[in-house]
């Protein structure tokens, strides 16, 4: 499967965001605009930081969002969101973050070859910078290697 479409309404570019909960709640509000998931699963996203903590930045600059399969997912959807200005996670290593991915996956089977292909993208260490400095939607397809339907 790779990565799910990436339409236009999916990508918010140049995002306020005062703390990595608005950072979340912009990501989960382009899966929802884009018909993925349920304003759930973006409450699911902000549940498991607060649970386990900065984990989803994964790498410097960049936070991966994501949550659990389940009813609030209504088919696979990607989003990306670029930050205005960074925010803290809390991430000792990876903050603040410029760049956050939103992943939402309707079947357990197939997160892992999502996850697959986004650890893949962001082996090239330059990829999250390019993101934060693209200024459309097709440039953050461009750089994702995705298509828009």
């Known amino acids: 499967m790779g990565l799910p479409p990436l339409p236009d309404h999916a990508v918010v570019l140049g995002a306020s965001a005062s703390s990595w909960r608005d950072a979340l709640r912009t990501v989960g509000g382009a899966l929802v605009t884009s ?15 607060e649970e386990h903590g900065p984990y989803i930045v994964i790498s410097p600059g960049l936070a991966f969002a994501h949550a659990r399969p389940g009813a609030s997912v209504l088919r696979d959807g990607l989003a990306v969101v670029t930050l205005a200005g960074p925010v803290a996670f809390g991430h000792p290593h990876n903050d603040p973050v410029s760049v956050v991915l939103g992943l939402a996956v309707a079947e357990v089977g197939t997160h892992l070859e999502s996850i697959g292909a986004i650890a893949n993208l962001f082996n090239d260490a330059s990829v999250t910078g390019r993101l934060a400095a693209a200024t459309t939607p097709e440039q953050v397809r461009t750089i994702m290697g995705v298509t828009n339907a």
């Open 35 to 49: 018909g993925a998931t349920t304003d759930a699963y973006t409450d699911a996203m902000v549940d498991m930081v």
